[in-house]
């Protein structure tokens, strides 16, 4: 079946540490999004990537830092500068330029809890 | 800045009841989506649409892109049990690239 996936469910991080977040789609879409939802609050967006190997900073970059080097793939690297990470991170897809323009599928979510 | 304001924030409501919410904007769209977030979950995709006046139905489900594009309404009918969760509209604003998302309504259902 086609979809998103983001691993892992659940992520630990220590105090100083860096930890990536994973993010895989098989839809071949061209863009990929990552959001962070804290509770009761909508989503607010951290990184998007319209195409392989470029990327730009969405409302709430800082202490946030992306890859994209294959179509499939888009990582999000929680880094220490980043001193509130509990929270769900949401990671999207879609297919701009479509039919379906800016219609963007989301995966089913990490929850990052700091120890 | 809020750029979206989607209403109720809450709804409590007995099963069998019809709900209805919407989003209004300053802003005009050119695509209003909605999606429903179960607790833990990510959003899924409800009813995309498209064009100003655009009315779709999905299941019990209705949405409608209003016709000044500045506005959207969801409504479910005959609620049942598996429609509680938390939905969400989200827009893409004439001339943007990207998103944005209302502060979501959570519906909360008795039996």
């Known amino acids: 079946d086609g979809g998103i996936t983001q691993s892992p469910k659940y992520l630990f991080r220590k105090e100083g540490q860096n930890v990536t977040l994973s993010c895989e789609q098989n839809l071949n879409h061209d863009a990929m999004y990552w959001y962070r939802q804290d509770p009761g609050q909508g989503l607010r967006l951290i990184y998007y990537?319209?195409?392989?190997?470029?990327?730009q900073k969405g409302d709430i970059a800082e202490g946030y830092s992306v890859s994209r080097e294959k179509k499939e793939s888009f990582p999000l690297t929680v880094t220490s500068a980043q001193k509130n990470p509990t929270a769900f991170y949401l990671c999207?897809?879609?297919?701009?330029?479509?039919?379906?323009?800016?219609?963007?599928?989301f995966g089913p979510g990490t929850r990052l809890l700091v120890l | 800045g809020q750029q979206l304001n989607q209403s109720p924030q809450s709804m409590f409501i007995q099963e069998g009841e019809d709900v209805s919410m919407n989003c209004t904007s300053s802003?005009?769209?050119?695509?209003w989506l909605w999606y429903k977030q179960d607790p833990g979950e990510g959003p899924v995709l409800l009813i995309a649409l498209y064009k100003a006046g655009e009315l779709t139905s999905n299941g019990r489900l209705t949405a409608q892109f209003g016709i000044t594009r500045k506005d959207s309404f969801l409504n479910i009918s005959a609620s049942i049990p598996s429609d509680v969760g938390i939905y969400f509209c989200a827009g893409q604003i004439q001339g943007a690239q990207k998103l944005v998302f209302g502060q979501g309504t959570r519906l909360t259902i008795n039996p």
């Open positions: 999207a897809s879609s297919n701009p330029g479509g039919p379906t323009q800016e219609t963007q599928y």
């Open positions: 990537s319209q195409i392989v190997n470029d990327f």
């Open positions: 802003s005009i769209f050119n695509t």
